[in-house]
């Protein structure tokens, strides 16, 4: 079965930081690329960042680039995203995503792993 665990989300103020970690069990880690989406209340999920299966192709949305910044220690079979400067718009629940082979990373409809989320508040 597999599982992704999220955790590290918080409450912080803006221009703070975080880290998310996320957890993958039960799948080959190091052949899947992994994505971060964020989702707020009313809105789709949108794709934040992902990682190739063996970390050497990083993509942001322009929003969080030099801000976030995406990771992956295969033998932790974990991927991380490390946020700096952190800004109120930020505030959603945030997901990490697996998938193999894609055709448009972006895509969320391409991942076939998901975890629960984790909540990140930005206060201002």
């Known amino acids: 079965q597999v599982q992704l665990l999220e955790s590290g989300g918080g409450l912080v103020q803006a221009g703070e930081s975080l880290r998310l970690s996320c957890v993958a069990s039960?799948?080959?880690?190091?052949?899947?690329?992994m994505g971060w989406f964020r989702q707020t209340p009313g809105k789709e999920r949108a794709f934040v960042a992902s990682?190739?299966?063996?970390?050497?192709?990083?993509y942001y949305i322009d929003s969080v680039k030099g801000r976030f910044t995406i990771s992956r220690d295969n033998a932790k079979n974990t991927v991380y995203l490390q946020m700096y400067r952190l800004k109120p718009e930020d505030t959603a629940v945030y997901s990490c995503?697996?998938?193999?082979?894609?055709?448009?990373?972006?895509?969320?409809?391409?991942?076939?792993?998901w975890g629960q989320g984790t909540q990140v508040t930005v206060s201002s």
């Open positions: 995503a697996a998938v193999s082979e894609p055709h448009d990373i972006t895509a969320n409809f391409e991942y076939t792993y």
């Open positions: 039960g799948l080959t880690f190091d052949v899947y690329a």
């Open positions: 990682i190739s299966y063996n970390g050497r192709n990083a």
